[in-house]
């Protein structure tokens, strides 16, 4: 059973345009939602995490909403650039154990 | 550089064969994670250790194994080998459970 869904699974977007990753989950007993990029041959690299204390949350260029009474998080990429085509990932974790349930993917192609 | 450690990076076998792949964390994280990663799964857990105990299991097969040494390293092995077990495996660290997880750039299993 999946748990965390993510959507969509491809996205194009021109140059300055804002890609919105949107993500579910259905266990309340996550506190941990963490994106994560992945660049082709390379391993997923942290972007931006949240804990559901917060509704949003700001590093540079990227963005986290979070809503925890519909159990859905979203990523939005300001100002996209050619060099942000890569695959992300929503994950998230719960408890003492720590290991990440990730969505499946989306993979965003930024055009010049 | 993660500082995460996996070798090899690519491992070409044929079907019913016993493979070993095989992690470093970081310097001081005391927790690895194993993932896998197929074009239609996404990054599948699979299993975590934590100073030298499991501590979590995933989706992981019978026919897999794995462990984590004094040293902290771990290996994960995999046997009788499959077509459909062709994928990317990727090790994980993290000092805390529950925080950020750092990824080696995987080992690419090909069984032919």
């Known amino acids: 059973q999946q748990q965390v869904k993510q959507s969509p699974q491809s996205l194009i977007v021109q140059k300055g345009g804002i890609p919105i990753i949107n993500c579910a989950y259905e266990?309340?007993?996550?506190?941990?939602f963490p994106w994560y990029q992945q660049f082709p041959g390379k391993g997923p690299a942290l972007l931006i995490a949240?804990?559901?204390?917060?509704s949003e949350k700001k590093e540079g260029r990227f963005t986290i909403s979070f809503n925890k009474s519909a159990k859905q998080f979203s990523l939005h990429i300001m100002d996209s650039q050619p060099g942000d085509s890569a695959t992300y990932f929503c994950a998230a974790s719960g408890g003492s154990q720590g290991n990440l349930i990730f969505g499946k993917g989306t993979k965003l192609s930024v055009k010049p | 550089d993660s500082g995460v450690t996996q070798t090899p990076k690519h491992l070409i076998t044929a079907t019913g064969q016993r493979v070993t792949l095989r992690c470093s964390p970081r310097?001081?994280?005391?927790?690895v994670y194993w993932y896998q990663q197929s074009l239609d799964q996404g990054l599948q857990f699979l299993i975590q250790?934590?100073?030298?105990?499991?501590?979590a299991k995933g989706n992981i097969l019978e026919r897999f194994s794995a462990q984590q040494f004094p040293d902290l390293h771990s290996e994960l092995n995999l046997s009788s080998l499959e077509l459909g077990d062709s994928a990317l495996y990727f090790c994980?660290?993290?000092?805390?459970?529950?925080?950020?997880?750092?990824f080696g750039e995987g080992s690419r299993l090909t069984v032919l």
């Open positions: 310097s001081g994280d005391l927790s």
């Open positions: 949240i804990r559901p204390d917060v």
């Open positions: 250790y934590y100073n030298g105990e499991e501590r």
């Open positions: 994980a660290s993290s000092v805390v459970l529950g925080g950020e997880l750092f």
């Open positions: 266990n309340t007993a996550f506190d941990y």
